[in-house]
């Protein structure tokens, strides 16, 4: 079991560019949250993706999109990029059912937006 | 909103002594879960240790207890028989029972284990 992959490893954009960071669950996983985590900070929630829709969606703004699919890959898109997106970008996959489902992290993105 | 502060962002401990990192929150849900999680400089979250906040008997896992007091909204973590693969940034977390499960961390308490 591969765990939960991210790609690429690290990326570097230019402010306005737009980018797109992919994300694997670990097998048997349906559910992708993304998180946000600025240097020497704790992470922050985005959003939460389940059976391809946004479930929940932290304080973000619309700049950041998501998208899951079919076999539950999720990508995380950032337009109009500013200089505060530089950040590591966690995914975190989890089985959905009723109760505590532990979360399992990726190692993450590293953005740094120039 | 719930918040979570750790108010140690840096600590050492010698090889082999125990540790203890601090955690509070703020919530005005009943029922919840709280957890700490190890960041390597590998940069992956993994966890360490999670309660679950109607249970009263403080969770232990090998070296790794917490100290959990509900009223006070307290959630420390205590590391034994510290390691050098100790060394990390450790983040208290916490999460609604109910609400779709996402966490909210807080900033963060650096470990080093010397030598």
């Known amino acids: 079991d591969a765990g939960v992959t991210q790609s690429p490893t690290h990326l570097i954009k230019t402010r306005g560019q737009q980018v797109t960071l992919r994300c694997s669950p670990k097998s048997g996983h349906d559910t992708v949250s993304w998180y946000q985590q600025a240097l020497g900070q704790g992470p922050q929630f985005i959003f939460q993706?389940?059976?391809?829709?946004?479930?929940q969606r932290g304080n973000f703004p619309d700049r950041f999109s998501g998208h899951q699919f079919p076999n539950y890959s999720s990508e995380l898109n950032v337009n109009a990029l500013l200089l505060g997106d530089s950040a590591l970008y966690l995914c975190?996959?989890?089985?959905?059912?009723?109760?505590?489902?532990?979360?399992?992290f990726g190692p993450g993105t590293r953005l740094t937006v120039l | 909103a719930q918040t979570v502060t750790q108010s140690q962002p840096e600590m050492s401990v010698q090889e082999a002594e125990t540790v203890t990192l601090s955690c509070t929150y703020d919530t005005s849900e009943s029922n919840y879960y709280l957890f700490w999680y190890k960041q390597p400089p590998s940069r992956q979250m993994i966890l360490v240790i999670r309660?679950?906040?109607?249970?009263?008997q403080n969770a232990t896992e090998n070296r790794f207890s917490v100290n959990f007091q509900k009223a006070a909204k307290s959630f420390s973590l205590k590391i034994s028989d510290s390691q050098l693969g100790d060394t990390a940034m450790y983040f208290c977390a916490f999460m609604k029972h109910d609400g779709g499960q996402n966490f909210v961390f807080g900033p963060g308490t650096r470990l080093s284990v010397l030598p």
């Open positions: 975190a996959s989890s089985r959905d059912s009723s109760g505590y489902n532990e979360q399992f």
């Open positions: 993706y389940y059976e391809e829709e946004e479930r």
């Open positions: 309660q679950e906040a109607y249970k009263q």
